[in-house]
């Protein structure tokens, strides 16, 4: 069992940035990062592998950034450039393998984090 705790969210303004945490309490393989905003489906952000491969949803290329600390098993997530459309609730996830758009191949997930971006 894996348990995954989300941190760093909060308010800021229109073209400011943010770096969102999430710690797990055991050794991980993948972990990704998704946001779901009021009223639409979860949405895939980005993914990294065990051994730093990444990958990311074309609508934050560029802007949203992820890496980890195998050490102190943890993932981040650099949001640069934010928009008000980017408000939702963050959530990590984490699993062996896999296929990193696919929500439901994901086995554990972190409670969320609120990012609340003001115009």
């Known amino acids: 069992q894996v348990q995954l705790v989300e941190s760093g969210g909060g308010l800021v303004q229109a073209g400011g940035s943010l770096r969102l945490s999430c710690a797990a309490s055991g050794r991980t393989l993948s972990m990704g990062w998704f946001r779901q905003a009021p009223g639409k489906e979860r949405e895939f952000l980005a993914a990294?592998?065990?051994?730093?491969?990444?990958y990311y949803a074309d609508s934050v290329r560029g802007r949203f950034f992820i890496s980890r600390n195998n050490a102190k098993s943890t993932v981040y997530l650099q949001m640069n450039s934010l928009k008000p459309d980017d408000t939702a609730v963050y959530s990590c996830a984490a699993d062996p393998n896999p296929t990193p758009t696919v929500i439901r191949d994901w086995s554990y997930w972190g409670q969320g984090t609120q990012v609340t971006v003001s115009s």
């Open positions: 990294i592998t065990w051994s730093s491969g990444t």
